[in-house]
């Protein structure tokens, strides 16, 4: 049997931080990766509230080196844009200093994060896939890991984090995860041709509504970019087309896409697609267990705010492990400000993307939100599209009951 103080399932953003924080103060984690690093993965579009968490991590210089700064985010209402430029928020965000993100490969942003976990102390054991828990009643108390041979190990540990992702180890296991009610997937590849769009050149991520759905082009190189969809289920599923085919049929009609690339892309690799995108789980903690990231609820891709999550929920969770330890209580008596914290942060989320899909269904909404978004309303916005996204509540939920009631009173149906 194997004592270590922390397992961490799951080498993405959220693992390669809870990693990170715990070894530097000097605990025994083991982190386990089912796959071989790097991989590929979708959330390309980082924000700039997780700045800050980069230099905590000591990995800004290297992220900064590789990627593409991002400026902000161009949103088309149909011919109408609204910008975030992150230069043009409030004073008081977190990221006044670095208005900025990148647009990253995940494939190497990831391997950045845990090749510096591994250097602060973590032992990372690649193609390691978690198989069940460890319990003594209703406490887990470790993991079962199997490893690319088929052989099995158990590891005792004080505490396991569910960094785990889609894959939600522990969520499956005890039977926590539900759908949200948003019910989309995402298609989407990587084109190599010649850039025409500015704003694309430029570094800016930029997207176009389509009817109760979108599209986005995120530059990856100065000639390779990310396009992708993200739609209802049942489109996909009565399309009766390949992910190839699909995405391609709505890259030569829509606008922005149409025009802001030389004719012919050429797809780099395969078209992937990710399943239902949107759910949830009933908790989020547990005795011995935490989730983290994308582990314990994803959104949509809509702002970009996986990445962000998984950041910020891992550091908030290595840091209330830490005190827990310091001051002699359980985890599981100290976790249930971070269950109320990623609660928070989820439900106003997923109430302004459920704003943006409102206004890509209606036709009203579509044409109010461009016409009536003044310099200073935007500006307030900025530090939600940023990654702030508990700064401003009150604006969020009033987006939120006004399109719900202007949808209601007029509904007139959008068209793409």
């Known amino acids: 049997m194997n004592r270590i103080d922390a397992a961490v ?3 993405g953003p959220a693992g390669s931080t809870v990693g990170t924080l715990l070894a530097r103060q000097g605990l025994a984690v083991t982190l ?36 593409i700064k991002k400026p902000g985010g161009k949103w088309y209402y149909g011919d109408k844009a609204v910008f975030s430029d992150f230069s043009a928020g409030p004073p008081d965000t977190s990221f006044t200093r670095n208005p900025h993100a ?3 490969r995940r494939a190497e942003f990831d391997d950045i994060l845990l090749q510096n976990a591994a250097s602060t ?5 690649k193609q390691h896939s978690v198989i069940d828990l460890l319990q003594e009643g209703e406490r887990v108390t470790g993991v079962v890991v199997r490893d690319a041979q088929g052989s099995t190990e158990q590891y005792e540990s004080d505490m396991v984090f569910d960094c785990s992702g889609f894959g939600a180890v522990i969520p ?3 039977q926590l995860r539900k759908e949200n009610r948003l019910k ?52 996909f599923k009565t399309a009766n087309q390949s992910p190839q085919d699909f995405l391609e049929t709505y890259m030569a009609k829509v606008e922005v896409v149409k025009k802001g690339l030389s004719p012919n892309p050429q797809l780099e690799g395969k078209v992937h697609i990710y399943g239902n995108l949107g759910y949830t789980t009933s908790r989020a903690y547990g005795d011995g267990w935490a989730l983290v990231g994308d582990a314990a609820f994803f959104i949509d891709p809509c702002y970009s705010s996986g990445v962000h999550m998984a950041l910020s929920m891992g ?20 976790f249930a400000r971070y269950e109320k914290a990623l609660r928070k942060d989820e439900a106003l989320v997923l109430r302004f993307v459920d704003s943006f899909y409102m206004a890509s269904r209606n036709r009203f909404l579509k044409w109010l939100v461009p016409a009536t978004l003044t310099e200073g309303l935007n500006r307030q916005f900025v530090s939600v599209t940023g990654g702030e996204f508990a700064r401003r509540p009150f ?15 007029f509904p007139f149906r959008a068209t793409d």
């Open 32 to 67: 386990f990766e089912k796959k071989s690093f790097p991989r590929f993965h979708i959330g390309e579009s980082l924000l700039p509230a997780s700045l800050a968490i980069f230099e905590e991590l000591g990995v800004h210089e290297k992220i900064k080196q590789k990627f």
């Open 102 to 104: 990148y647009m990253v």
């Open 9 to 11: 399932i799951g080498g």
């Open 172 to 174: 499956t296991k005890f």
């Open 184 to 235: 989309r997937m995402a298609v989407f590849g990587h084109y190599k041709g010649a850039v025409l769009d500015e704003d694309v050149k430029n570094g800016w991520f930029v997207g176009q509504m389509v009817y109760n759905g979108w599209i986005w082009m995120i530059p990856l190189t100065a000639d390779v970019t990310s396009i992708g969809m993200v739609i209802p289920l049942e489109e």
């Open 121 to 125: 102390g973590v032992r990372v054991l």
């Open 315 to 334: 550091k908030e969770a290595a840091n209330l492990y830490l005190e827990s330890r310091r001051n002699g209580k359980r985890p599981v008596d100290v």
């Open 395 to 409: 604006m969020i939920n009033w987006v939120y009951w006004s399109s719900t009631i202007v949808s209601f009173l």
